[in-house]
């Protein structure tokens, strides 16, 4: 069992940053793969970004590259999601979750445990 709270989320400018964080607990945390996913307001959820068990790789998604980093702190059991240049596009509940394996990829079939989601709203 792991069990995944997300925190940093709030209400900020467009152009603003925040850095959201996942404190994981229940299981090794550098056993797994970990990725960030957002569900806008009438949209589906989607991915974000993501990162493998040691955070020698991340990937993320076209709207994420260049303004978001993804890394992790296996030393905290903690997961991080930096968001710079914030769009009020980028406004959403953010969800961390838990890969089924030390990989991450973008898709949400290969993650079994999730947090709470933390909301991130961009104000124009």
């Known amino acids: 069992q792991v069990q995944l709270v997300e925190s940093g989320g709030g209400l900020v400018q467009a152009g603003g940053s925040l850095r959201l964080s996942c404190a994981a607990s229940?299981?090794?945390?550098?056993?797994?793969?970990m990725g960030w996913f957002r569900q806008a307001p009438g949209k589906e959820r989607e991915f974000v970004a993501c990162?493998?068990?040691?955070?020698?790789?991340?990937a993320y998604s076209d709207s994420a590259k260049g303004r978001f980093t993804v890394s992790r702190d296996n030393a905290k059991n903690t997961l991080y999601l930096q968001m710079n240049s914030l769009k009020p596009e980028d406004t959403a509940v953010y969800y961390c979750a838990k890969s089924t394996t030390v990989a991450a990829t973008s898709s949400s079939s290969t993650y079994d445990y999730w947090g709470q989601g933390t909301r991130v709203t961009v104000s124009s």
């Open positions: 229940g299981r090794a945390f550098s056993d797994y793969g």
């Open positions: 990162i493998n068990w040691n955070g020698g790789r991340t």
